[in-house]
């Protein structure tokens, strides 16, 4: 739900474990789901169905059923009684101009986090690029709450350790969705935890029972739910099944991001094989056309 056209739906700051109580709470209850995920696992299929196979393979869902189960909790009770209408309600009160000032706010913060993921996947222009934003949006754009740097030329990006880890050939592992946190697999979990080290706001509320870490946490989810209300909901309403679309999403969104947005051609699908002579009913293999009309004959234009 990202950072859902699938970028914004599953990006976005996160919360630093070690800042708060319900930092650590929340470190708790990411331990345990992570121990109850390995009692609950999907039933592979018989090895003589290949096409069954080839799905769990792809899928690569290993503990489906908790995964699910932890998925209805966050739909139905999270997100369906208290996010959604704290979500339509921010979207409802908020002008437009406020809530982009909050978002810009949110992506100058995370700056760092971006920049030293950029130096490390040796992307040098683009830590170029990051750093100029932030000192144009720091001090042109009030703090952060505008973002001029847009206007300027110097779009903004995100980067994390999940995808530094991906550009470095870490694979994704199974997928596992988590209370709260949503999609996290092994690489995006651990990029999640190590990208706290490398968040400023990490030491300047460490040991602190502070309100800034999960307030910024919260408002970071409210304002991202806002922002894909009926993204969400027409997603929801045009599947089959919500679930295995929004996993389809998520990995979509990632492979974007890590990817850059570029395209690799090594991906696209092979169509050199492809048989384009057409089979008639006579059984010739040619398209029969009519002969274009003669200069002087009237075509009625």
Same mark, same amino acid.
């Given at each position: ?211 800034? @870490? ?8 409210? !304002? ?5 209300? *009926?993204?969400? $909901? +027409? =997603? /929801? ?27 690799? @051609? ?8 492809? !048989? ?5 009913? *006579?059984?010739? $293999? +040619? =398209? /029969? ?13």
């Amino acid at each position: 739900m990202s950072k859902m056209a699938a970028d914004k739906i599953f990006g976005g700051a996160m919360l630093s474990p070690s800042t708060s109580k319900s930092g650590r709470n929340l470190a708790i209850g990411m331990i345990a789901a992570l121990a109850l995920t390995l009692g609950a696992c999907a039933t592979r299929p018989d090895p003589s169905d290949q096409a069954a196979v080839a799905a769990y393979q792809e899928a690569n869902d290993p503990v489906e059923p908790l995964n699910r189960y932890f998925f209805a909790v966050n739909d139905q009770l999270l997100d369906g009684l208290i996010l959604k209408p704290a979500a339509q309600g921010y979207d409802a009160v908020l002008p437009g101009f406020a809530k982009n000032s909050i978002r810009h706010f949110l992506d100058n913060l995370r700056t760092p986090v971006i920049l030293v993921n950029d130096v490390l996947q040796g992307e040098w222009d683009r830590a170029g690029t990051t750093i100029t934003r932030f000192g144009i949006n720091t001090t042109v754009g009030v703090g952060g709450l505008l973002d001029p740097a847009t206007d300027w030329g110097y779009d903004r990006h995100g980067e994390d350790f999940g995808q530094t880890l991906a550009v470095w050939g870490t694979g994704e592992g199974p997928y596992i969705f988590l209370p709260l946190l949503g999609p996290a697999p092994p690489r995006d979990l651990t990029g999640f935890v190590v990208d706290q080290a490398f968040d400023p706001l990490t030491y300047v509320f460490w040991n602190r029972d502070s309100v800034i @870490p999960p307030t910024r946490f919260i408002v970071n989810g409210l !304002d991202l739910r806002a922002r894909n209300l *009926d993204t969400l $909901d +027409e =997603i /929801e309403r045009t599947s089959v099944d919500y679930y295995a679309a929004l996993r389809s999403l998520y990995r979509q969104s990632r492979n974007n991001e890590i990817a850059n947005g570029e395209i690799d @051609p090594d991906n696209l699908p092979d169509i050199s094989d492809i !048989d384009y002579e057409f089979d008639y009913e *006579d059984g010739s $293999d +040619e =398209i /029969e056309t009519e002969p274009a009309p003669a200069a002087s004959q009237n075509t009625g234009i």
